[in-house]
């Protein structure tokens, strides 16, 4: 199903004397791409985009976006879809394999990852050497990155065989790592994997249960949690993928290039916003307190989290999803009246028609509403980044993968614009002044 890109004419460079003609390209769907890999050469300067904002980086089949729609597509298929009538694993086999997996695919898929939830004993030893107050994303960076430490047999990145295992190894052993990165946080003994239990069931259990009372799993929740695994699975060419992208481009084996997007996927910006939309929500804490709010935001004193969206100037479709999730959570396991949920429905009515947010198109993200369902699920705010890390990984791994295979693929290296001192000579301390 994936298309190879086609021409689509050229475009024409001057600059200075110099007239240069520049490929155009065509995917399958979306804008077209100007090549300029050839423009240095003929031009003798660079392009200039820092952060990236008309740059594609990659080819890429997994994920397509439309930010103006608010179409988010994995393979070809809307998420509303996948959310709804899809599970987390056929989702990971759909990135990973490119195709929804026939019945004995799936069965074969479940056992393999099934299969793989168990750390190595001493891995657990790695826990131990965090502070207690250590927060959970600094245990994920760090023992991640020590799964190249343990598993040596699937690290020779050119063997498409290893490359697989260690997909499966990090989607399978997050959870794991995940709940333990919880446990060790509150001073509870690690909950061994259950093979019975599906990968969402699984993973609330190994959060939720100790040894003085087993955890019978909520329906409801699990549903909720696969649903968010969902939703945060894969989201093209954002700044974790390319952090694992970049990284993987040096030849780095795959576990050490997940921890480098788990590290950047915990910064405010990105995967740490949904931890900040629910200390926000909890500042406000009442409704009449937002119109106070909101000047704040239009004063450009803070800003409004989980609002927002590099790509969507669209309300973001996993949003959608996750309201619906928020409110289905709240009835089953919380207060549907949760003063939290009410502030921020009436924080969303208040800022989707005030001009400020129209004009600069910012709706809500999938962050605004993920914060008030995890904490009903049980979950504190030092946790949320962590379940967004967990279901990401098949994201980050499919997208390595997916580089790994490509043919074409080089070491990713930057140029800049430099504007530091021309060259000088050294100047002895004495005669410095
Ligand atoms: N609240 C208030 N104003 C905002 C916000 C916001 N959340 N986001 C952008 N703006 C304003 C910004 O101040 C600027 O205004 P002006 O033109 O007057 O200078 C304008 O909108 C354009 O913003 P930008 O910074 O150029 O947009 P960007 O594409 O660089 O930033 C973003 C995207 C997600 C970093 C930003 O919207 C943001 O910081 N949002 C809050 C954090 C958040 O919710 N992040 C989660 C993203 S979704 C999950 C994920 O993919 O990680």
Not at 29 to 51: C, E, L, Q, S
Not at 65 to 88: C, E, M, N, W
Not at 295 to 318: I, Q, S, T
């Amino acid at each position: 199903m994936t298309e190879a890109p086609k021409s689509a004419g050229t475009a024409t460079l001057t600059y200075g004397d110099t007239s240069v003609e520049l490929p155009v390209m065509a995917g399958s769907t979306g804008p077209n791409v100007i090549d300029i890999r050839k423009m240095y050469a003929a031009t003798d300067a660079f392009t200039f985009d820092p952060g990236f904002t008309s740059t594609a980086a990659c080819e890429s089949a997994l994920t397509y976006i439309d930010g103006d729609v608010g179409t988010l597509l994995h393979r070809g298929y809307p998420i509303d879809q996948l959310a709804s009538k899809s599970s987390f694993l056929e989702v990971c086999h759909l990135l990973l394999h490119g195709e929804l997996p026939t019945a004995s695919e799936f069965a074969a898929f479940e056992n393999i990852v099934t299969r793989h939830t168990m750390l190595h004993s001493q891995f657990d030893r790695f826990f131990e050497g965090f502070r207690r107050d250590a927060h959970p994303m600094a245990i994920m960076v760090g023992t991640v990155g020590a799964l190249s430490a343990f598993y040596h047999d699937s690290l020779d990145i050119h063997d498409a065989r290893q490359r697989e295992i260690s997909a499966i190894r990090l989607i399978a052993k997050m959870p794991t790592i995940a709940a333990r990165a919880y446990k060790y946080h509150i001073g509870q003994p690690f909950v061994t994997p259950r093979n019975e239990l599906s990968y969402s069931e699984n993973f609330l259990r190994m959060c939720f249960a100790v040894p003085a009372e087993d955890y019978e799993v909520n329906p409801v929740l699990a549903k909720a949690m696969d649903r968010i695994f969902i939703l945060h699975a894969d989201h093209e060419q954002n700044a974790s993928t390319s952090t694992v992208r970049l990284a993987g481009s040096s030849g780095a084996n795959p576990f050490a290039c997940i921890a480098a997007g788990i590290a950047c996927l915990w910064g405010p910006s990105h995967g740490g916003a949904n931890e900040e939309a629910l200390n926000m929500l909890k500042e406000i804490g009442t409704p009449d307190k937002i119109p106070e709010f909101i000047e704040g935001v239009k004063a450009k004193k803070y800003k409004l989290m989980g609002f927002g969206h590099r790509v969507y100037k669209n309300y973001d479709p996993r949003a959608k999803v996750m309201k619906e999730s928020a409110d289905e959570v709240l009835a089953a396991v919380g207060d549907p009246n949760d003063p939290l949920f009410q502030v921020a429905k009436e924080l969303e009515r208040i800022a989707l028609n005030d001009e400020y947010f129209i004009e600069r198109k910012l709706f809500p993200n999938v962050d605004f509403y993920s914060g008030i369902t995890l904490s009903a699920m049980g979950f504190p705010t030092s946790m949320f980044t962590v379940l967004f890390s967990l279901a990401r990984t098949v994201g980050w791994i499919a997208q390595w993968q997916e580089m790994m295979a490509d043919p074409s693929q080089k070491i990713g290296r930057p140029r800049q614009l430099y504007t530091g001192p021309t060259e000088r000579d050294y100047v002895p301390i004495q005669q410095r002044g």
